[in-house]
Structure formats: C-alpha cells, structure tokens
C-alpha cells in the first residue's frame, strides 16, 4: 500500500493499472501516473510532465499506452519513444470518460462517460458513438468471445449486439 494522497479523507481513489514494461507497473489516478518498478522496490511519480494530469482510467495496446483524463481528453503515449499526443473524445464535451478494458480490437477501444459509449479508433483518431442512454451507465464490458457489449447502468443490465445493432433490455430482480 502507497500513499498517494493525504487529503483524501471520504472519497475512494480511482486507480488503474498497466505493466508497460517487465518488473514496472503504471498506476494512475487523480493525481497523474505512478511508476512502481518491482527491480528497485521503488514508487515514483511518471518524470513526464503530461502524465501528471488528473487520469480518470488506462489501457495498454503493443507499446502504446492510452489515459482518458478528467477534462474529456484520451492522451495517447508511446512507451518506447517517450511521445504523447491528446485527442479530444468528443468535440465540445468535457465529461469524464472511463476506458472499458475490454477492447473490440488492437485498433479500436470502447470509452464511455455516465451516458454515452463510443468507439475509438486507434488508427484514424476519430470516435463514433455507438449508444447513448436515458440512464446512468456504471460500467462497461466487451465480451470477447460473444463479441457483446454489456452495459450496467441504474436501470438495469443493457446488452448491445455489435454484430447486429440490437438492443436487448434485460432487468435485474427487485428482491436481492
């Protein structure tokens, strides 16, 4: 366990996780990226100036790692060369946006805020919505084998089928 911040009192900290390279494990939160290199025993704060940012979650594709931070912005940065850029998820929108780990593939990575899900492609840096909804979303699951995309939100279980653009409903029992 390692403090990251000391005036956190009630709030739970959002912490993601990826393992850029052997023996070193990213964590990054509210308070940008955490380097624990497991050689050294040692925790450091990520000595890039842009990856000091408020990181709401991150996943790493190959050698590219992909923040989404709390400004509405995915920040793409390359592990190996040390460069990053910044995209914008959607124009004009400013919302938290958290990146579902599960992805549809090397090119494309499932993002969704409290009520929208969206496509980013790795390749073309452009985003698609593929659903939004009147409800709170929760959370977000690409089944790889199903090739589904589970929604939890406050009303209950949403199952998108992305191979035939259905919608099925499916709500969760009352009682316990």
């Not at 040390?82 to 995209?87: D, G, Q």
């Not at 084998?145 to 919608?167: F, M, P, R, Y």
């Amino acid at each position: 366990t390692f403090l990251i911040d000391k005036t956190i009192t009630k709030n739970i900290i959002r912490t993601s996780h990826i393992e850029p390279k052997t023996n070193e494990v990213w964590v990054s939160c509210h308070k940008g990226v955490f380097i624990w290199n497991n050689a050294t025993k040692s925790f450091t704060k990520h000595p890039n100036l842009t990856l000091q940012k408020n990181i709401i979650s991150s996943i790493l594709i190959e050698k590219t790692a992909y923040f989404s931070t709390s400004d509405g912005k995915l920040m793409e940065y390359n592990v190996t060369t040390n460069e990053s850029k910044t995209y914008p998820i959607l124009n004009g929108i400013n919302d938290f946006f958290s990146i579902a780990k599960n992805k549809t593939n090397n090119h494309e990575m499932i993002l969704y805020s409290s009520n929208k899900i969206v496509v980013f492609n790795c390749l073309t840096k452009k985003t698609n919505t593929i659903y939004t909804s009147n409800y709170f979303i929760n959370h977000v699951l690409y089944d790889e084998e199903t090739k589904q995309i589970w929604v939890s939100t406050i009303n209950g279980l949403i199952k998108l089928n992305n191979t035939s653009n259905a919608i099925e409903n499916l709500m969760v029992p009352s009682n316990n």
